[in-house]
């Protein structure tokens, strides 16, 4: 008998969503399928409002990653005041700007890290869900969990101190920024009593990378054969070839490292890259136009971000990043389990970053602000947590905007999370008497490895509990579960 | 004197999900006003794992969140530690907080939810009539229950 299995939403996945696997009649996984599942238009609402409210008003989109949608929107209305694109501000702007961003990525990824993906290391994919979480690591690994709680807070506290509050953060603005850095939070982060400074976090985000080096050493089975499959990525890099989570020029590689999207300026986005409406989504589908809309889809996000560029300017991250790179022959990882080693080099970079402009006195004094002429049309892109993320407005003779087109970082990893769910549902699930806990929960590991947000990828609100219903052929229902 | 962390979450952008921190923003201006240094208020738009740091220095912890459940204006209630995983963890219920705090400190504080009745959830920063009653009541009770806790002897 057909089956039609639906996971709902996907647990420890940033928003909601469902996973539909179809079995045929000889117990094969013939479809797969990432639904998202509500949609309410965020990109309609901002229509009419001042342009100026832009960097604030994107933070509704959902509590997650605010930061990275008001420094990409106030990106893009850097443009709109006339301060150039991206490489127009003054220099205390865009470096106020960068310690928000990254003291965003630094509690991002730790979350992620500790919070999502190290339970399912720790424990093991098929391990009871009761334990694979934050507290069964704080049982079995208490030192661990207290990092990754405190790594935590030290994020939040330079997004407070740069964004100005940890609610609608008010930091960024069109051209620039709207305070310094305060002496105060200056010594608090260099010299806070042990362990909430940023040597300390430093020092934690090595011991990451060491407890995943020897988790991988010892399980390559699961980082390198979970998953695996071809794609091209694409992510933001400076001009010289160097990981920049801030800013950069948009380069694209083949699943062979070939560069295929050549550098470009981002404000010309539109000519390169366009979405795909599927009948199943909400979610669109990314494309670069030049491979068209079956072979041009990619991938975004840490791993990408180490399989688009040459280098890293911070020299601990520099050291780890080579021995990705060598550990992957120098060719771009395909394996998503991967991403988690990119994440936490990341991690390292963000903290080595956060040290470097904590000791630039440009932080606490400077022109905060830079104008120009007036344009009508602006785009802004940031290499969030999860990925690049496009804000692009154009503004009225009003100064309202008129339109808004938002790519969100879990958009443009929409195929590739398609491709990781049918793979490991395929092997899990084919020819299977019964489909245990393990396996859904293998479809939802592959799934984190993107860390998505989907409540920001269809600009949604919603709650919806977990459900698991099995249907046959027919789409009669068979079995509905829920976890919670 | 007790002390006391009175914490609001959800995202004021959308309409009622803000009452837990607008009644953040009142109860701190109100024990400013009062001289209750031993009150202390934070809030965010979720809660998450890095909540549970140093909460044990607290005796008494209140969560503030919007609800949409079956309640008349707002409602308050204690918690227990409760170590089930939410099944969305961008965001933690303040159980999983005091659950995670007891496994990092050991203690933990007295704890409840005060649920304040919400009905409008769009992009907009302004309350529903509705909301903006319970939050008059919920403040007015709050402050109440507040000084008993004050008062209340180890």
């Not at chain 1, 920001?456 to 829920?482: S, V, W, Y």
Request: charged share 25%; hydrophobic share 40%.
């Amino acid at each position: 008998m057909g089956q039609k299995i639906t996971i709902e939403p996907v647990t420890r996945v940033e928003g909601h969503g469902k996973v539909t696997i179809h079995i045929d009649n000889d117990g094969n996984v013939n479809q797969t399928r990432l639904h998202i599942v509500e949609f309410r238009g965020f990109e309609r609402f901002v229509q009419g409002r001042p342009y100026w409210e832009a960097p604030v008003l994107v933070q509704r989109l959902c509590g997650i990653c605010p930061v990275s949608h008001h420094l990409a929107a106030a990106k893009a209305l850097d443009v709109i005041v006339g301060a150039g694109t991206g490489d127009g501000l003054t220099p205390t702007g865009e470096k106020m700007r960068r310690l928000m961003h990254y003291g965003q990525m630094f509690q991002s990824h730790s979350l992620h890290f500790f919070h999502l993906a190290s339970p399912d290391l720790l424990f093991g994919i098929d391990s009871d869900p009761m334990t694979r979480n934050v507290i069964g690591v704080a049982l079995a690994n208490k030192d661990l969990a207290v990092q990754g709680v405190m790594m935590r807070k030290f994020g939040q506290e330079i997004i407070e101190a740069t964004a100005g509050k940890k609610i609608h953060g008010t930091g960024a603005i069109p051209g620039g920024i709207n305070k310094h850095l305060s002496n105060a939070d200056k010594d608090h982060f260099l010299n806070g009593k042990a362990p909430m400074n940023i040597d300390n976090m430093i020092s934690w985000s090595q011991d990451a990378l060491e407890f995943f080096k020897d988790y991988h050493s010892k399980n390559k089975g699961i980082i390198d054969q979970f998953c695996e499959f071809p794609s091209s990525h694409l992510s933001l890099v400076r001009k010289d070839g160097a990981l920049d989570l801030y800013h950069g020029v948009l380069r694209a590689v083949d699943k062979d490292g070939n560069i295929i999207l050549h550098d470009i300026d981002y404000q010309d986005y539109t000519k390169y890259i366009d979405e795909e409406v599927r009948a199943w989504s909400y979610m669109k589908f990314p494309y670069l136009k030049e491979f068209g809309k079956q072979a041009g889809w990619y991938t975004v996000g840490p791993l990408a971000r180490m399989n688009t560029a040459e280098f890293i300017d911070t020299p601990l991250a520099q050291k780890e990043f080579q021995l990705f790179k060598d550990y992957n022959e120098g060719k771009p990882s395909h394996k998503p389990m991967h991403a988690h080693w990119a994440r936490l080099i990341e991690i390292l970079h963000s903290a080595e970053k956060m040290k470097t402009l904590l000791n630039d006195e440009d932080l606490m004094e400077g022109e905060l602000v830079a104008k120009g002429k007036k344009q009508s049309e602006g785009i802004g892109l940031i290499e969030a947590p999860r990925g690049t993320l496009f804000h692009h407005y154009k503004v009225n003779e009003h100064d309202q905007i008129d339109m808004c087109n938002l790519i969100v970082s879990t958009t443009n990893n929409n195929q590739p999370m398609n491709n990781a769910v049918n793979q490991v549902a395929v092997r899990e699930m084919s020819k299977k008497p019964e489909i245990t806990e393990g396996m859904m929960n293998a479809v939802e590991v592959a799934i984190r490895a993107y860390d998505p947000c989907l409540s920001c990828a269809t600009h949604a609100l919603g709650q919806m509990p977990l459900e698991i219903a099995l249907f046959d052929q027919n789409n009669k229902l068979i079995q509905k579960k829920r976890n919670v | 004197m007790k002390k006391i962390l009175v914490y609001g979450y959800g995202n004021p952008g959308r309409q009622d999900d803000g009452l837990g921190i607008l009644l953040v923003e009142e109860i701190e201006s109100w024990a400013k006003a009062k001289g209750f240094e031993s009150v202390e208020t934070d809030s965010n738009y979720q809660l998450n794992i890095e909540d549970a740091y140093q909460l044990n220095k607290y005796d008494i912890v209140i969560y503030a969140d919007a609800s949409i459940e079956d309640i008349e204006q707002y409602k308050l209630e204690e918690i227990v530690p409760e170590l089930n995983p939410n099944f969305s963890m961008h965001s933690v219920s303040p159980a999983f907080v005091i659950g995670l705090c007891k496994e990092l400190y050991n203690e933990i504080p007295v704890s409840y939810v005060f649920h304040i009745k919400g009905y409008e959830w769009e992009f907009m920063t302004d309350l529903s009539e509705r909301a903006i009653a319970n939050l008059e009541a919920a403040s007015v009770f709050l402050k109440t229950q507040i000084e008993s806790f004050i008062n209340e002897q180890y």
